[in-house]
């Protein structure tokens, strides 16, 4: 077999906020990439306006760069198990991975999840330990954990031969050997050199092509974009190709434009060989999965598989009084257009028609994946109703199957009584816990995927923000029967109008406000959380009645509690079968599927 030694591709994986996209910015600024007196943002790469606010990555993104003569594709991954199909997609475009572990956490949840899939495709590693500077660092335990992973995840003994190194990404800085003397550190060199051990890709050039695509992109010149590693053969602007599909059709098309990948750039070249990473123009319909090969001897290969989506919502158009005010996309038309277009770069996604005609049920990894979704759309001028997260139920040989997932807790000792409590009442069973005597316990548990709903919100609070949680999708398993609901009932608008600071202030003793005073309202629109089960419907927009009555207290301005306002990802989890959530580029609202209140029961049943 060929391989192409001036060639290396790999990916960086890890959990999130252990230092990938940070150290990819110190890879490019010590590579030449940038200009001496280039002004370059930190975390270059998280170009999305999303990725940048939530400090985290969600799309996968290529770069490249030059060490020794020798071209070094990278692959920046997500770390959240919610974009795992993104994870995929990079990893079919490689041949070795960098697996960054944070040196005071360890190995975590989306740690086993990503390295589980490497070790599958029997990827070779380079494991970096990072943020070695941490006052809290544990090097060596944190090693011996990783080496406990790969066993338990049936590493073979080539696997387990792995080079480590010891870095402090922010810094730009690396050592061979953790013992070494504070001062010691090197540039990233080290590290680039160890990728170069990295085995180079195979493929022999001369051979008929085959190209799997592995990533979409847009451009408003060229129109779609195809991203992909040429397996076998050569790739040649003008070239006359076949393109194999998901249905086994195979459509003939020409190709008009290739780019490779140098820094953040793409370069425009005439011809690719084999092992690069390759970015192509002028195939109409390509799709994620697609084979590019050759017209007189066309070789498919195999498409990516992903994991199955274990949750649903579905997505309506908007149908509340205020609809249409702040939204410039509010057809069911122009959503369902909208979904299509997600599908065709987003594969771990899926779509069906819902029950009625203006609404689509919309199949993901987890909330945080649709939730990120429908932020996207906001932002775009789209308007939608969200309906409660629902998880998929399987049913296997006659028995019901759901899925279950591994939840991680980092928390305050103080606070490690509630959460055994509070997940206990979910159906969670403890199957770890370690104490690393630094004032917080880690708990594990297994638990179904329902029991997830809504708990990250409850926690926070009973923890006093404190508990740092992560999940980890862990298969299907045997029904586990009804879970509790949300013991509080909620307070509803009664009219539309305008809110008033008067009308909130005698509602504080029912229960917690969701808004504040001159918030316009609408009957049915969700204003609060009842301290008691059943819902109540509350005026707030009512005014002070004046007198010509003078008093010593009438004059005193009221004062109110801060009120809670619920972000997106927090309304989700907080409705209940028969509320929805109203998301416009401006507003999120929280409703009663049924407004008018003489229509609507006033106690909720079994929703």
């Given amino acids: 077999m060929q391989t192409n030694e001036n060639i290396r591709n790999i990916a960086i994986i890890a959990h999130v906020d252990h230092g990938k996209t940070t150290l990819v910015d110190a890879l490019l600024h010590q590579s030449g990439v940038f200009r001496e007196n ?38 920046d991954t997500p770390g959240h198990a919610d974009f795992g199909g993104e994870v995929e997609r990079a990893l079919s475009m490689v041949n070795g991975v960098m697996l960054l572990v944070d040196a005071s956490e360890g190995p975590l949840p989306q740690t086993r999840y990503v390295l589980g899939k490497a070790l599958a495709l029997k990827l070779p590693l380079l494991l970096i330990v990072n943020k070695i500077d941490r006052q809290d660092a544990r090097v060596q335990e944190v090693v011996n954990e990783v080496f406990d992973l790969f066993i338990d995840l049936d590493a073979t003994e080539e696997q387990l031969e792995f080079p480590i190194l010891y870095a402090n990404a922010r810094a730009g800085t690396l050592r061979a050997d953790p013992e070494e003397p504070e001062g010691e550190d090197t540039d990233l060199r080290p590290m680039f050199d160890a990728i170069l051990e990295l085995p180079a890709p195979n493929g022999d050039a001369e051979g ?77 319909g390509i799709a994620i999965g697609d084979s590019v090969v050759d017209v007189e001897a066309p070789e498919p290969l195999p498409r990516l598989r992903i994991d199955e989506p274990t949750l649903s919502m579905v997505f309506s158009v908007n149908t509340s009084p205020f609809a249409g005010n702040e939204g410039e996309h509010v057809t069911s038309r122009k959503i ?107 708990l594990e548990f297994r638990l179904p995927s329902r029991g997830l709903i809504g708990i990250r919100s409850e926690l926070l609070a009973d923890t006093r923000g404190t508990a740092v949680m992560n999940t980890l999708f862990d298969g299907y398993d045997d029904w586990q029967g009804s879970l509790p609901k949300r013991l509080t009932g909620s307070l509803v608008a009664d009219r539309r109008g305008k809110s008033t600071a008067y009308a909130l202030h005698n509602l504080e003793d029912r229960g917690e406000l969701f808004i504040g005073p001159m918030r316009e309202v609408y009957e049915g629109m969700v204003v609060g959380e009842n301290a008691r089960s059943a819902d109540l419907d509350v005026n707030v927009t009512r005014e002070k009645k004046l007198t010509n009555m003078r008093s010593s207290t009438s004059e005193i301005a009221v004062k109110l509690t801060p009120h809670r306002e619920l972000n997106l990802e927090q309304a989700i989890e907080f409705i209940r079968g028969d509320e929805l959530v109203e998301t416009t580029p401006k507003s999120v609202r929280l409703r009663k599927r049924i407004l008018a209140a003489n229509r609507r029961p006033k106690r909720r049943t079994d929703l």
Avoid at 46 to 75: C, F, P, Q
């Fill in 38 to 75: 280039q002004a370059v943002r930190e975390r270059v790469l998280d170009s999305g306006e999303l990725e940048r606010e939530r400090g985290i990555t969600i799309l996968a993104k290529n770069t490249a760069i030059m060490y020794r003569g020798v071209k070094i594709n990278i692959v």
């Fill in 208 to 284: 008929s092509l085959q190209l799997m695509v592995s990533n979409l992109d847009y451009s408003d010149y060229l129109g779609r974009l195809a991203i992909g590693r040429i397996t076998r053969g050569t790739l040649t602007v003008g070239d006359d190709v076949r393109v194999a599909k998901a249905d086994k059709s195979i459509q003939k098309t020409r190709i008009t434009k290739l780019f490779t990948f140098s820094g953040l750039e793409r370069i425009s070249a005439d011809a690719v060989g084999a092992g690069d990473i390759v970015c192509l123009a002028g195939v109409n």
């Fill in 336 to 442: 369902r257009e909208r979904l299509e277009k997600e599908l065709l770069t987003n594969v771990s996604l899926q779509m069906e028609e819902a029950d009625t005609a203006d609404a689509f049920k919309v199949y993901g990894r987890g909330e945080l994946q649709l939730a990120i979704l429908v932020e996207t759309m906001r932002r775009e001028g789209y308007e939608l109703t969200l309906a409660n997260p629902e998880v998929i139920i399987k049913e296997v040989n006659g028995v019901k199957k759901e899925p279950f997932e591994i939840l991680l807790v980092d928390v305050a000792e103080a606070y490690q009584g509630v959460v055994v409590e509070k997940l206990g009442i979910r159906r969670g069973q403890m199957t770890h816990m370690v104490n690393h005597g630094s004032g917080r316990v880690r």
